[in-house]
C-alpha cells in the first residue's frame, strides 16, 4: 500500500513541490505519523514490531490535529506562609481597584533566611501549565553563594514555600528531552578574604571537566613591552610621540587570566593604576596576539597598538598610519582628534557642557558638493535638557582650535528654544537658531518634544483610547518630556520625512504617522491592555497620496501570564491568517509553533529543543523530517562521531546538519577553529556520510584577523572525481602587508573556476583601493570600476561593468530608493516596490507577496538565514526556494535550485542581495565572496584588536553583525530591545526591532521592564527617560542579562566594556546615611535604582576613558576596612543615580559604601538639603566635595 501510494504522490510533489512526510531512521516505539499527501521511507527507515507499533496515516492522524495552543484555568488566590521572611509582589493585569484574588495577575515571592539572604525565589504559577517556577538559592558554610541552581516547575502551593527543590531540579533536567543531571553552576573561591573566584563550573555534566579558570598573578621581566611618550602641545591638544623602552620587571603588573571551557586564554596585564596596559590573546604555544594601550603623560588613553603592529620590535610612523588608534585632547580633557587605522582625521569641537557641536571627518575636511576644502562640518544642536533638536551642516573656514577657542570665549546659551522660526531645505523649522553654529547651510534632521509641531495630525483618539494631550489646561498628565515629531531629510535631495507619535494617558505610545519623502504615509495605531501589550494594530500605507491604500490588521493573543500565543494577520479586509501559533516549555521556551493557514491546520509545525544551557540544539528533526520542510541541528559538545569536529562548550558549534523537503537529502558541515574563536574551516559532508570536498571553505588569517587565504570548493561535477576548486585564493594588503586594506587577491595553484572570484585578467599592482576614510572605492576584479559615497560613508553611486547603480538615503542612513537600469526600487516603512508596484511586505514569518496575494513564510536558522520559503498552494504546501551557504555566506549552487521570486532578495542573515552581488547591511555593504566588509566598521573602537574589516570577528557560524545601539535585554535565548517604555524582538525579515513582544512581568524580561517602566514613568522631570534613551541611537548600547551563571552570580555588574550588564532580583539590606540630619535606616534598595546605578556604568563605559574610569578613588587598607580598592567609575554611576533618586524623591545616596565611611563621601555636607516630605522637582539637588567633582569632570570629559 505503501509503495503504491508513494509513486503516485511523489510525481505531484515533483511538479507543485508539496510537503510530504520523510522517514529516514527508525522511530520511536509507539510512533504515529500522518500527512495529507504522501509518506516516503528512505534507506534507514526500519520499525519491527518488537518494539511496539507504529501507525501511518494518508489523510488526518487518528489523534486529532496535534499540539495547538488550549488555554488553562488558573486559581489565582495565594497562601503565602507567616512563619517565613518574604516579599510578596503582585501585578494585575487587568484594571481593578480592590486587592481581588480572582483577577488575572503576576505573582512570585521571594524568601529570606533569618539573616535577610534570599533563599527562594517563586514564580507562583507562571508556567504555561499553571505551576510554580522556583529558584533554589543555597549558601556554603561561609555565607558565600557558590552554588547557582537553574529554575525548575513544580507544582503549584499557591505561594507558599516549596521543599525539594534541588531533587525536583535534578529529575526535571534529567527528563524532558534535556537528559542532564547537573542543573547548577559552581564556583570555587580562593581561601582569603577577596573571595575571587578561581574556576566556574556551569551548568551540565559535560561543563564539569570543561571550568572556565580564573588567574591572578605578576608579570616576570620580558614578558611585557614598556611603551612611553614624550608629549607636547600642537594647535591647542595634545602630541605624543611614541617609543619603546625595553620591557617592565618583576611583578610591576597584574596579571590576570581567564581560561574559557576550550582552553582559549586570555591574559590582562594591568598597572597599579587599573590602566589595562596589554590584554593578550592566546592563538598557540607559539603565537600570541597582543593589544598593547598607550597612556601619555596626562595619563590620557594615546595610542591603541593591534596585534600585527604590536608583532614587531617598535611601531613605525607607517604602522601607526595603517595599524594603530591615535587619540588627542585639548587642555580640558575632552578628546578633539582621533585618527583611525587606515583612515583620516576626525575632529571635534565642543561647547561649554562639553557637548559636541561640530564634526568632521577626512571626506567633510576635503570639501563635498557645494562646500570647498577645510569649510564644511557637521552640527548637532541641543535644548537645554541636552536633548538633540536639529542637526546639518555649516560652513567654517577656521581651524578646529580657533573654533574651539572662539565657543569657550563666547557668551550666551549653549541651547536652541522652541518658539524660534526659519526655512531651510524647503522645511519651516520652529526652533531658533541663536547658538554656535548660526551659519546653517543644509539641513539634515530636526526633532520635537513636549508638544507636537504646527501641521501634526491633529488626533484626539486612537481605537477610542483617548490620546495624550499636548498641555495640561484639561488634563493632569500631557506630553510634556516626551518625543512628539521627528524630521529626516534625504541625503541627496530636499525630500523629507515626518514621524508623529501619540500617547495614550499613561504615556505609552499607540499610534505613530510617517509621512514619507514621496508624499504618501504608514501609520501604525495599536489598542492596548491593561498592561500595555496590544491586542490588535492596525496599519494603513500609501506609497504616495493618490495611490491604492493597503490596510493590515494585526490581532495577538495571550496566555494567562501575556506571553505571546497567536499572532494573526490580516491584509484589506481578507481572511485572518495565522502567522504563528507558540506553545512554551514550562521554562518559559519556545517549544512548538505552529505556522501559517489556521490553528487546526497549520502548514507547518516548527518543534524547537534545547540543551541544558538554553542553547538551541534543532529546528524539527533532521533524522526524522517528517511532514516537515525543513529540519536543522545544532551541534556543540556531542558531535555526531560519523563527521569530523571536536566538542565545543564555549559556545562555538561543532557541527550543523540539516535537511529539506526537496530532495529528503540530510547534509551536514562540521567547524574548526583557533585559540581566537576564528573559524578556521567548514567541512561539508553529504547524504552518505561521504566528505568529498564539497562546498569547503578553508581560512588563514594575520593577528589582525584579516585573511591570508581561502580555499574555497564546489560541487562534484557528473564525470568528474572530485569538486571544482572554485578559489584558492591569496590576499595582499597595502603597506607591505601592513595594513587592514586589501590591495589585491592572487590565485594560488587551482581555482578561478567560472563559478569563483572572477579575478581580473592580466591585472597588475591594486585592483582594490580606497578613499580617505577607508571606504573602497573600486574592486576591479568585479568590475566595479567606481562607488560614490556620501558624507553618512553609505554608497551613493556604485558603476559595475558599465552599469550604475544609484541610491538614495535619509540623512538617519535608511535607504528608500535604489535605481538599477531601468528598475526603480522604493523602501518605504517595511513596504517595497519596482518601478511604482508594490511587491510584498514584511510580516513576522516572512512576507506577503502582493501580485500573487499569498503569504510566503521562511524558516530562517539561528543566524536569520532564510533557509526554505514555502506557502499554501491548494491542500498542500508549496516551496519557493531554498538557499544554502557557504560559512561567510556565499550561497550554495548545484542543488535544489526553485523558481523563487526575484524581487525578493533577503537571504544571509535576513539581508538584501545588491546586484554587485554585496549584502545590504544598512551601515555598510559585506562581500560573501571575500569574507570581509568594504568599508571600516563606525564601532572598530570596541574591537581594537580586530581588523575594522573583518566580519563578526571572523565567527560567522556563531554571530552575526550588530545593526543599532540599544537597551537589549537577553532572557533565556530570547533578545528583547527596550524602546520608550515598550519590549520588542527582531522581524525576523526586516531585521528591524519592530515587533511588539509580551513576557510576564515574572520573567526575567518582565521584571527588567517593569524596572525600567519605573525608572521613566515620572512626567514631572525628564532625566530617567532622558537618559535611558541615550541609549537609543547609534553610539552607545548595552545588553541587560541575569547575572546567574556568571561571575557576577547573585550580584549586581557591567562588563568591562560596558556592553553589558548582568543583575541580580536580589538586593542588599542596607543602611542609608545621610549628611542632612535623618536617621539611618535600614531599607531595600528599589531594585530600578540599583539597575540604574549599573546603567550609569555602562554609559560611562562606552563613552569615557578606561584608565580614567579604573583608577582608585579609594584604596583597599585595613583603615577603610575594604577588601579592595573601589575605582573612579563609582563616582560616575553614583552621581546618575542620584539625580534618579532625586527625581523621584528617594533618600540621596551620601557615600559609597554602606558603612558611610567618609572616604567615600559623595555629597557635601553644605548642599540643598533634601526634605522627605516635599518631593523633589529639581534634578540638581546636591553637590560633591571638591575633590569627587574634579574626578567626576576628568571622567566626563575623557573619551574612549
Given amino acids: ?204 555534566n559535560d561543563w564539569q571537566s570543561k571550568p572556565v579558570v580564573f588567574g591572578y598573578e605578576a608579570n616576570v621581566t620580558g614578558e611585557v613591552k614598556k611603551y612611553t611618550t614624550v608629549t607636547t602641545w600642537v594647535d591647542g591638544a595634545t602630541s605624543s610621540a611614541l617609543s619603546v623602552s625595553g620591557s617592565y620587571g618583576d611583578a610591576q603588573l597584574y596579571k590576570n587570566t581567564v581560561t574559557d571551557e576550550d582552553n582559549n586564554k586570555t591574559i590582562e596585564f594591568k598597572n597599579g593604576r587599573g590602566q589595562t596596559l596589554l590584554v593578550r590573546k592566546v592563538i598557540s604555544a607559539s603565537e600570541n596576539a597582543d593589544t598593547y594601550y598607550v597612556y601619555n603623560e596626562y595619563d590620557q588613553l594615546a595610542f591603541v597598538i593591534p596585534p600585527l603592529a604590536s608583532a614587531s620590535a617598535t611601531v613605525s610612523a607607517s604602522a601607526l598610519e595603517h595599524l594603530c588608534y591615535q587619540y588627542k585632547y585639548d587642555g580640558k580633557n575632552r578628546l578633539v582628534e582621533k585618527k583611525l587605522p587606515g583612515k583620516g582625521l576626525e575632529q571635534m569641537v565642543y561647547n561649554k557642557k562639553d557637548q559636541v557641536i561640530l564634526y568632521r571627518d577626512t571626506v567633510l575636511k576635503n570639501g563635498i558638493t557645494s562646500f570647498s576644502a577645510d569649510q564644511s562640518w557637521m552640527f548637532t544642536k541641543y535644548d537645554r535638557f541636552g536633548r538633540v533638536v536639529y542637526t546639518g551642516i555649516t560652513r567654517d573656514t577656521n581651524p578646529r582650535n580657533t573654533i574651539q577657542n572662539t565657543i569657550d570665549n563666547q557668551s550666551g546659551d549653549t541651547f536652541e528654544t522652541r518658539g524660534g522660526s526659519f526655512t531651510l531645505n524647503g522645511m519651516s523649522i520652529e526652533y531658533g537658531n541663536t547658538s554656535y553654529p548660526t551659519a546653517v547651510d543644509k539641513l539634515l534632521t530636526v526633532n520635537y518634544y513636549d508638544t507636537y509641531p504646527q501641521g501634526a495630525p491633529a488626533v484626539s483618539t486612537v481605537l477610542n483610547q483617548e490620546v495624550l494631550p499636548q498641555t495640561t489646561q484639561n488634563s493632569e498628565v500631557s506630553t510634556k518630556s516626551l518625543p512628539t515629531a521627528s524630521y529626516t531629510k534625504n541625503v541627496e535631495n530636499d525630500s523629507w520625512t515626518k514621524v508623529f507619535t501619540y500617547y495614550d494617558k499613561k504615556g505609552r505610545a499607540i499610534s505613530t504617522h510617517s509621512l514619507n519623502h514621496l508624499g504618501g504615509y504608514t501609520k501604525t495605531e495599536s489598542f492596548l491592555k491593561f498592561s500595555g501589550v496590544p491586542d490588535y494594530s492596525l496599519i494603513e500605507h500609501k506609497r504616495t497620496a493618490s495611490d491604492t491604500k493597503v490596510n493590515i490588521k494585526e490581532t495577538y493573543e495571550y496566555d494567562h501570564q501575556e506571553r505571546l500565543v497567536r499572532h494573526w494577520n490580516q491584509v484589506n479586509g481578507g481572511a485572518q491568517e495565522l502567522l504563528a501559533e507558540n506553545l512554551y516549555n514550562d521554562l518559559g521556551q519556545l517549544q512548538t509553533k505552529n505556522v501559517g493557514n489556521t490553528t487546526g491546520s497549520p502548514l507547518q509545525r516548527v518543534k524547537y529543543a534545547y540543551n541544558i544551557r538554553g542553547w538551541m540544539t534543532k529546528v524539527n528533526d533532521p533524522a526524522n523530517l517528517q511532514n516537515k520542510l525543513f529540519a536543522y541541528e545544532l551541534r556543540y559538545n556531542k558531535p555526531n562521531s560519523q563527521f569530523s569536529g571536536s566538542a565545543r562548550y564555549n559556545g562555538n558549534i561543532s557541527q550543523m546538519s540539516w535537511i529539506t523537503q526537496n530532495d529528503a537529502v540530510l547534509r551536514n558541515y562540521s567547524y574548526e577553529y583557533d585559540g581566537l574563536n576564528r573559524l578556521k574551516e567548514g567541512r561539508f559532508w553529504d547524504a552518505m556520510n561521504l566528505e568529498r570536498g564539497e562546498y569547503h571553505e578553508q581560512l588563514t588569517y594575520d593577528l589582525n584577523g584579516n585573511i591570508k587565504t581561502l580555499l574555497r570548493r564546489g560541487k562534484q561535477l557528473p564525470g568528474y572525481t572530485a569538486p571544482e576548486v572554485m578559489d584558492n585564493l591569496e590576499y595582499h594588503y597595502e603597506n607591505g602587508e601592513q595594513s587592514n586594506k586589501l590591495s589585491y587577491l592572487k590565485e594560488i595553484g587551482t581555482g578561478n573556476s567560472i563559478s569563483g572570484y572572477p579575478l581580473a585578467s592580466g591585472s597588475t599592482g591594486s585592483t582594490i583601493t580606497y578613499d580617505v576614510n577607508g571606504n573602497m572605492k573600486t574592486q576591479l576584479d568585479k568590475g566595479i570600476s567606481s562607488i560614490q559615497y556620501n558624507y553618512l560613508n553609505l554608497p551613493g553611486k556604485i558603476t559595475q561593468n558599465a552599469k550604475v547603480t544609484d541610491y538614495i538615503y535619509r540623512a538617519d542612513g535608511v535607504k528608500v530608493r535604489k535605481v538599477f537600469g531601468t528598475e526603480t526600487t522604493d523602501y518605504l516603512d517595511g513596504f517595497q516596490y519596482t518601478n511604482s508596484v508594490l511587491k510584498f511586505f514584511p510580516t513576522a514569518e516572512g512576507y506577503f507577496n502582493v501580485e500573487t496575494g499569498k503569504y510566503i513564510y521562511n524558516y530562517t536558522d539561528h543566524l536569520g538565514n532564510t533557509r526554505l520559503s514555502y506557502a499554501k498552494n491548494g491542500a498542500g504546501t508549496e516551496m519557493i526556494e531554498e538557499s544554502n551557504y557557504y560559512p561567510f ?297 571638591v575633590n569627587v567633582q574634579v574626578i567626576y569632570n576628568k571622567i566626563l570629559n575623557s573619551k574612549k
Fill in 1 to 204: 500500500m505503501f509503495r503504491k501510494i508513494y509513486i503516485s504522490i511523489g510525481l505531484l510533489c515533483g511538479l507543485y513541490h508539496y510537503g510530504q512526510v520523510v522517514l529516514t531512521a527508525p522511530p520511536a516505539p509507539n510512533t504515529e505519523v500522518a500527512d495529507p499527501q504522501s509518506i516516503r521511507m528512505l534507506p534507514g527507515f526500519k520499525f519491527s514490531s518488537a518494539n511496539g507499533t507504529f501507525r501511518a496515516y494518508i489523510g488526518a492522524s487518528s489523534s486529532g490535529n496535534g499540539e495547538t495552543y488550549t488555554p488553562i484555568t488558573v486559581n489565582y488566590s495565594s497562601s503565602i506562609p507567616t512563619t517565613e521572611n518574604y516579599i510578596y509582589t503582585r501585578q494585575y493585569l487587568v484594571p481593578t481597584t480592590v486587592s481581588d484574588g480572582s483577577l488575572q495577575q503576576v505573582q512570585s515571592v521571594q524568601f529570606f533566611d533569618g539573616l535577610g539572604r534570599p533563599k527562594q525565589l517563586v514564580n507562583i504559577k507562571s508556567t504555561p501549565t499553571g505551576k510554580d517556577l522556583v529558584t533554589h538559592i543555597p549558601y556554603d558554610g561561609y555565607g558565600r553563594q557558590v552554588d547557582s541552581w537553574l529554575p525548575v516547575p513544580m507544582n503549584s502551593l499557591s505561594g507558599n514555600i516549596q521543599t525539594g527543590v534541588e531533587g525536583s531540579a535534578n529529575s526535571y533536567y534529567q527528563s524532558n528531552g534535556i537528559n542532564d543531571t547537573y542543573p547548577l553552576t559552581h564556583k570555587t573561591l580562593e581561601n582569603s578574604p577577596l573571595d575571587r573566584i578561581l574556576n566556574q563550573k556551569n551548568p551540565g
Fill in 889 to 1185: 555566506g556565499l550561497k550554495h549552487e548545484g542543488y535544489n535550485v526553485l523558481s523563487g521570486n526575484s524581487a525578493y532578495k533577503y537571504k544571509y542573515n535576513g539581508k538584501e542581495l545588491q546586484e554587485t552581488g554585496m549584502y545590504d547591511y544598512g551601515a555598510r555593504m559585506y562581500m560573501p565572496d571575500l569574507g570581509r566588509w568594504g568599508v571600516q566598521d563606525a564601532l572598530g573602537e570596541l574591537y581594537y584588536n580586530n581588523s575594522p574589516y573583518s566580519y563578526v570577528t571572523n565567527n560567522p557560524i556563531r554571530l552575526i553583525d550588530p545593526t543599532g545601539m540599544w537597551i537589549d535585554i537577553q532572557d533565556g535565548d530570547t533578545t528583547y530591545r527596550y524602546n520608550n517604555g515598550k519590549l520588542y524582538t527582531q522581524n525576523e525579515k526586516t531585521k528591524k526591532w519592530d515587533v511588539e513582544a509580551s513576557v510576564g512581568d515574572t520573567s526575567y524580561a518582565g521584571q527588567i521592564l517593569s524596572a525600567l517602566t519605573s525608572i521613566s514613568s515620572d512626567k514631572e522631570s525628564s532625566f530617567g527617560k532622558t537618559f535611558l534613551g541615550l541609549f537609543a541611537n547609534d553610539n552607545i548600547n548595552t545588553t541587560i542579562q541575569s547575572s546567574e551563571g556568571t561571575s557576577y552570580a547573585g550580584k549586581n555588574g557591567t562588563y568591562t566594556d560596558g556592553s553589558g550588564v548582568v543583575t541580580s532580583f536580589t538586593q542588599d539590606v542596607n543602611t542609608y546615611t545621610s549628611k542632612f540630619g535623618e536617621t539611618p535606616i535600614k531599607t531595600k534598595i528599589p531594585f530600578h535604582v540599583t539597575l540604574f546605578h549599573e546603567l550609569g556604568h555602562s554609559f560611562f563605559d562606552q563613552i569615557a576613558s578606561h584608565e580614567e574610569l579604573g583608577k582608585s578613588w579609594v584604596n583597599a587598607d585595613d583603615e577603610n576596612n575594604f577588601s579592595k580598592d573601589i575605582p573612579q567609575s563609582e563616582i560616575a554611576a553614583s552621581y546618575i543615580e542620584n539625580l534618579l533618586r532625586s527625581e523621584q524623591g528617594l533618600p540621596i545616596r551620601t557615600s559609597y559604601s554602606p558603612d558611610a565611611a567618609t572616604s567615600t563621601t559623595l555629597v557635601n555636607t553644605n548642599s540643598i538639603q533634601w526634605r522627605p516630605t516635599v518631593r523633589n522637582v529639581n534634578t540638581r539637588v546636591f553637590t560633591m566635595p
